[in-house]
């Protein structure tokens, strides 16, 4: 294991210290836990997930993001 020295704010090193002693655990297994949290918080969102409930509401073609077929016309000027 890797020894590092963190600079924290008086009030947060006593916030930690009340945690670890109430959950009954040791100030460094409190202090690496809350380092994995907020690691995997700030991952981001897997959008398959977020955008499950919309999946296949949608109409139209199944390849229209691949088939350049759909994009033959793009960038050219209508006729009127």
Sequence with gaps: M???????????DARLRRAARSANRSYSALMRE???????????IDMSTALAGFIGAGEGPGDLSTN??????????RAR
């Excluded at 890797?2 to 947060?12: C, G, Q, Y």
């Excluded at 350049?68 to 000027?77: A, N, Q």
């Design 2 to 12: 890797v020894v590092k020295t963190v600079k924290l704010p008086t009030a947060l």
């Design 68 to 77: 350049k077929h759909y994009f033959r016309d793009i960038g050219r000027k």
């Design 34 to 44: 809350a380092i994995v949290r907020g690691l995997e918080k700030s991952e981001g």
